[in-house]
């Protein structure tokens, strides 16, 4: 069941066809249904004034075929969705010719042209058959622009992505390195909670995950550096209300754990608190990471890396209206970062 229904959403992916029932597509398609007809009002030749009596009858012939077009391919798309983009334009050229032969055969039976005849037919059927085809062929090639942005801002995302798990393994390892000559027996804890950690990550590929996937894995990487720091390390998390299924860049609370930690938390011989504040109101979610810090800062700062990687991901995925933003105030450290987001359904996708 779960197969077939990935195999019907991975064909209306790829389809050209846009969803003709929107409001969007709707208005679109009748401003361009009234630029038509205006034009072929003014090809005629001008007499005294302007003829709005005509207008009015071609607008209201265009309209009615433009939209009841819209409206039977968009009940005809499920089954649209399995044929090849060659038989697609076929039968959707083909229903449109259709139609404007019917409607034309309704205006000639209430006289709405002073002469009709099969010359009358025919252009009306040639002029919808050239207009329905170039607007297949718009369609189609907005089609192929967007897979074709989508495909190269994925790989831009899984660059930026691939980039912080040898920095996070990196650390990790250092993280165990250390508590081998004073613990062997954390240490040897803390390998098995790494590659629970990294199976953990590894087990479900992607750009985004859901928020509670996020958070286990965070406090599996906070549990590794809690054997090292001990009692130094404080936590303290304002999350409640967010749900389960809010969707989230993978790998984004841990770096900004692991910045907190390497340079909030171990330069401090006392330690120090983390705390996490999380919230979603208004389709918004915002998540602040705060830790302690020294007022100069020292000459071994991050490059920041990861905190441009984590604002280039947000862009990436969540436009303009996303950003990262750094607070440092007395001796607190605060990064935040905002971004507007659907919760996930159970296929993974925005609902």
């Given at each position: 069941m779960?197969?077939?229904?990935q195999?019907?959403?991975?064909r209306a ?7 003709l029932?929107t ?8 401003l ?5 007809v205006?034009?072929?009002v ?26 009841l ?7 005809l798309?499920p089954?649209l969705?399995?044929l ?9 050229s ?12 309704l205006a ?6 002073e002469?009709a ?6 252009r ?11 607007l ?10 967007q897979?074709q942005?989508?495909?190269?801002l ?7 992505q ?6 996070f393994?990196f650390?990790?390892?250092?993280s ?18 790494l ?9 479900a590929p992607g750009?985004?995950t859901?928020w509670a ?16 720091l ?21 790998l ?9 930690l390497i ?10 608190l ?10 918004e ?9 020294r007022?100069?800062a ?7 890396q ?6 280039s ?26 971004y507007p ?8 996708k925005p609902?």
């Open positions: 779960n197969k077939t229904r195999e019907h959403q991975a992916d790829r389809f050209f066809l846009p969803h029932c409001g969007e597509t709707v208005l679109m398609l009748v361009l249904a009234e630029l038509l205006i034009a072929l003014l090809v005629e030749p001008m007499t005294a004034g302007f003829n709005w009596g005509k207008l009015a009858l071609c607008s209201l012939f265009v309209q009615w075929i433009v939209l077009s819209a409206a039977l391919l968009c009940l798309r089954c969705l399995h090849t983009t060659v038989w697609v334009s076929f039968y959707c083909l229903l449109v010719v259709l139609l404007t032969l019917v409607f034309t055969a000639d039976y209430f006289r709405f042209y002469q005849g099969f010359e009358l037919y025919l009306h059927a040639l002029i919808s058959l050239i207009l329905s085809g170039l297949l062929r718009y369609f189609y090639l907005q089609s192929q622009w897979r942005q989508q495909a190269e994925n790989a831009r995302i899984e660059a930026l691939a980039r912080i798990k040898p920095h393994l650390n990790c390892l250092n165990i390195a250390s508590l081998i000559s004073i613990d062997p027996s954390k240490a040897e804890q803390a390998v098995i909670d590659s629970d950690l990294f199976r953990a990550s590894l087990a750009t985004l859901t996937e996020e958070l286990a894995l965070s406090k599996r990487y906070l549990s590794i550096e809690q054997y090292r001990g009692e130094r390390l404080q936590l303290d998390w304002q999350i409640d209300g967010v749900p389960d299924d809010l969707p989230i860049p993978r984004t609370l841990q770096p900004l754990l692991e910045n907190a340079h909030g938390i171990q330069p401090r011989i006392d330690g120090g983390v705390r996490v504040k999380a919230s979603f109101c208004g389709g979610f915002c998540l602040c990471v705060s830790n302690p810090c007022l100069q020292p000459t071994s700062a991050g490059s920041g990861a905190l441009r990687n984590i604002k991901r947000l862009l990436a995925l969540f436009g303009v209206a996303a950003s990262l933003t750094v607070q440092q105030q007395d001796e607190s450290y605060q990064v935040c970062l905002r987001c659907k919760l996930l359904s159970r296929q993974g609902v």
